[in-house]
């Protein structure tokens, strides 16, 4: 079946240390993007890309990289920089909008990471 | 700027009509959509609407959009407890933009009271 896939679904770190959460979808999606969320907030956007080895920062980006080596994956790294890691990770993705396609984004089921 | 909002919480009796309320700032959105999400979980999206519609119905859901007021609303009628979610409003802007301008509300969560 067709989806996208996070992993790990929760994941805990100590202060200071760098962490990846996976992300991998098989739609052929042109486009993926992470999202983090915080209680009773909507989602803010951490990073996208819209095409193999490239990306840009969405509204979140500083203690956050990304990589897009190949099309299917999208990781990401909540490095010691960000100051308040602790959150729930979205990945998402979509295809371009265009006449078949009304833009809307498919989600994977989260990542939450704890800072202990 | 552009910001979309919708009241955090919402109750509603089994069986009755629950309508979720959102408004938007961007006159040029084009698409403007709904998603729910369950506990734990990512977002699925419900149904959207293009800007040049004012209704979209869609088996239990009902999609009003006023756009001189900027104000999209979704009615899920005969609420069931199935239905007990976050449901998330969100816009996009420009005809051939990408999903990166897609701005999220805050949420509202939806509980069904027996």
């Known amino acids: 079946d067709g989806g996208i896939t996070q992993s790990p679904k929760y994941l805990f770190r100590k202060e200071g240390q760098n962490v990846t959460l996976s992300c991998e979808q098989n739609l052929n999606h042109d486009a993926m993007y992470w999202y983090r969320q915080d209680p009773g907030q909507g989602l803010r956007l951490i990073y996208y890309s819209q095409i193999v080895n490239d990306f840009q920062k969405g509204d979140i980006a500083e203690g956050y990289s990304v990589s897009r080596e190949k099309k299917e994956s999208f990781p990401l790294t909540v490095t010691s920089a960000q100051k308040n890691p602790t959150a729930f990770y979205l990945c998402?993705?979509?295809?371009?909008?265009?006449?078949?396609?009304?833009?809307?984004?498919?989600f994977g089921e989260g990542s939450r990471l704890t800072v202990l | 700027g552009e910001d979309v909002e919708q009241s955090l919480f919402l109750s509603v009796r089994e069986g009755d009509s629950s309508v979720i309320n959102c408004t938007y700032t961007?006159?040029?959105?084009?698409?403007l959509y709904w998603y729910k999400q369950e506990p734990g979980a990512g977002l699925q999206l419900l149904t959207y609407?293009?800007?040049?519609?004012d209704m979209k119905q869609d088996q239990r859901l009902t999609v009003l959009l006023n756009k001189k007021d900027k104000h999209l609303s979704l009615r899920i009628a005969d609420t069931q407890t199935g239905d007990s979610a976050i449901y998330f409003c969100a816009e996009s802007m420009g005809l051939y933009s990408s999903a990166s301008k897609i701005i999220f509300g805050s949420g509202t969560r939806l509980s069904i009271r027996p």
């Open positions: 998402a993705s979509s295809s371009i909008r265009g006449d078949s396609s009304a833009g809307e984004l498919f």
């Open positions: 609407i293009f800007s040049n519609m």
């Open positions: 961007d006159s040029s959105s084009t698409y």
